[in-house]
């Protein structure tokens, strides 16, 4: 069985099997989850996404080394999810670099998840193994995606403070950048920002926020809120999504980066944001949580075949979806 | 009311008025959708998606354009979706280019649709479309989308042979061109071949395939099938996805590209793809329709303010997701 108070005290082997029942779906998982939700809750969770070639998992290892040198080190878990990729190696390879510079530290949890599953099954295993590190007692924890897909946005969603990783000389960028995921950016990086173009894509990130937001006039460097008038007539403190220029490999803008994330932090608690954004997600969890059971349910009242047969009827175009599903349902009835 | 006999003799007034209670998804148009639902299926779904810039549209036009010099020419409907733009004068714009060409023949119907709605929700509209296009008598579905997201990944599997269009100078390509669209391609068009770049386009294209489909040796450049071995031991074709030019400025590569249609057609009935295709599609349907209704019946059982109440225990975290669903579900059962 799962020792929940192992992993309360953040015991990293206790931690680790969690991770793996969450991960399966067992019961087991599920049922720690419920135990453990209490105690969630407490972390700030920090999305990392962008294109392959952006440096992306280098910059979330900086990222991971500047909270440990801090005054207070915070704990720190690395949670990388690829869901397009075929190849599972390349997760495990990305482990074995990230080693070799937050070995040993007791303080920083790495793990990769390289499954390819459903969408909506992959947002779910994410946000059970965010709610295990929360848990745990981590600080702070890096949820790295890959892409522009709808899985990134919808994992994205679990973020409270997403980045968005761009990188020169990936292209014309403007194909590359999906209006889907500026729309969740709350900082944008130029990483690799010692390569030739970086004021190319700086440029086309500007432009392309202001399309986004054409009712915002100004577009700062450095992250910082805006007062608004709601259409009701009321006060509304805005963000602006600040452009952060990184070079990785040396630690450039990492400070920076680190000050934009703790201003966005503040502002999401001055504002009510935060909470906002917690009920909004925790709706989400219990919506998707109530179709699944209440789908579990209707199956269990089913009599032997009579999906297929409803399936078999509709496929003969004998019956519409319609009927199909209020035949359906009236047997689930009984 | 909706007529749904002047539907089914292809009255092009009451088909538009259809579409209409489709798109805003009226019990009106639910019921006709379950009327009409006998007579569909034996449309041929072609799906064409493609970044911005590849010159999608004026593809689309010319393949209507070729389906009607045809000596035994085919209804054509044209679908344009577009999930992402904020700007729903794109499409409309796209209606009046059109026109020029394709105006006064009552052999094609267009019909372009930009709202920007809830992703599952918009492909099951687009569905709901095609379903009305079907039952009026249409030979061939023409479905446009544009880009590389989940949503039109979701709406390409209603077609039954879907269509990827690339065209050079577009970038480095390989940035643009997602691998989750590539594995949706049955056959590859490289657009505006007229211009430089159009061998490394389409290297590259070749080369991703080889990517995506590891287990397949050969690429050839025409359409054709491959006899392979299952993991049990049997013999299943495969659909190798040809790469096509094509330049839809004066037409060059578009009697090729029909005759790969036609073959990918031929393949999926001589294989047995089409019929699992459709039973695949209808299962899906039948799936988030039982789900829609078991919340919705569910729903009307909840007494007022039951759900918001568990929200805000959640949210102060005095019970987990899985008590809050359990506390729901027994209630809704009463």
Known sequence: MLDIQAVLSGQRL???RLLTQIENQTAAGEQALAELFPHTGRAHLIGVTGAPGTGKSSLVNQLALHYRKDPQPKKIAILAVDPS??????????DRIRMS???????????????????????????????AFDAAGFDIILIETVGAGQ????????????????????GDDI??????????????????????????????LRSMLQLAHPGQRVFRHHGQTMEVATPEGEAE???????????AADGSGLPELLAHIASHRT????????ARRERARLAAELDLRLQQALVARWQAGLTNGEYEQALAALAARHISPQAAVRQLLDHGKE
Chains 1, 2 share one sequence.
Not at 87 to 92: D, E, R
Not at 191 to 197: L, M, P, S, Y
Not at 267 to 274: F, I, K, P, Q, V
């Open 237 to 247: 403190t805005l963000w602006l999504p600040p452009i952060q220029r990184t070079v």
């Open 175 to 204: 194909q590359a950048i999906k209006a889907g995921i500026l729309e969740i950016a709350d900082i944008l990086v130029v990483n690799k920002a010692d390569r030739a173009g970086v004021e190319n894509t700086e440029r086309a």
């Open 267 to 274: 502002h999401l608690e001055t504002s009510g944001d935060l």
């Open 85 to 94: 990729s075929p190849f599972s190696g390349g997760a495990v390879l990305g």
């Open 151 to 170: 899985s990134e946005v919808d994992i994205a969603r679990l973020a409270h403070t997403t980045l968005v990783v761009e990188a020169p000389g990936l």
């Open 14 to 16: 206790a931690l680790a």
């Open 101 to 131: 510079a937050l070995t040993g530290d007791t303080g920083v949890f790495i793990r990769s998840m390289a499954t390819r599953g459903s969408l909506g099954g992959l947002a779910q295993t994410t946000a059970g193994l965010v709610q």
